[in-house]
C-alpha cells in the first residue's frame, strides 16, 4: 500500500507564496518521476512541475520563473515553493508519484489565490 499524503494548501493573496509539499510512504523503494499537477473548476487536470529523481525538471509556461519543484530523495519527498502567485492559480493541486510499473496519486490540496 503506497499513500502520499500532501500538504501547505490554502488561501493567499496575490503576490503571495506558498510551500506544498507531498510525503510519499509505504511498500515502495524508490520513486522515477515525481510531480505535481493542477485542476481548476470546470478545466482540465494539468501539469504544473515534475522532477525526475536525477533531479531534472520540467515546468508549465504558466508557472515558469514563480515556481520551483524540488525532492528530498531520501525523505520520498516533494516540494512545490509558489511565489508571486496569481488568481488564476487558484486550483486543487494534486501529487503524483510515477514510473515504468506503477502510478500514484496524492487526494489533492486546495489552493486559491484572492485578488
Known amino acids: 500500500q503506497v499513500h502520499l499524503g500532501e500538504s501547505g494548501g490554502g488561501l493567499v493573496q496575490a503576490g503571495g507564496s506558498l510551500r506544498l509539499s507531498c510525503a510519499v510512504s509505504?511498500?515502495?523503494?524508490?520513486?522515477?518521476?515525481m510531480g505535481w499537477y493542477r485542476q481548476a473548476p470546470g478545466k482540465q487536470r494539468e501539469l504544473v512541475a515534475a522532477?525526475?529523481?536525477?533531479?531534472?525538471?520540467n515546468y508549465a509556461d504558466s508557472v515558469k520563473g514563480r515556481f520551483t519543484i524540488s525532492r528530498d530523495n531520501a525523505k520520498n519527498t516533494v516540494y512545490l515553493q509558489m511565489n508571486s502567485l496569481k488568481p488564476e492559480d487558484t486550483a486543487v493541486y494534486y501529487c503524483?508519484?510515477?514510473?515504468?510499473?506503477?502510478?500514484?496519486w496524492g487526494q489533492g490540496t486546495q489552493v486559491t489565490v484572492s485578488s
Open positions: 503524483r508519484a510515477w514510473g515504468l510499473e506503477y502510478d500514484y
Open positions: 509505504g511498500s515502495i523503494f524508490s520513486i522515477n518521476a
Open positions: 522532477i525526475t529523481s536525477g533531479g531534472s525538471t
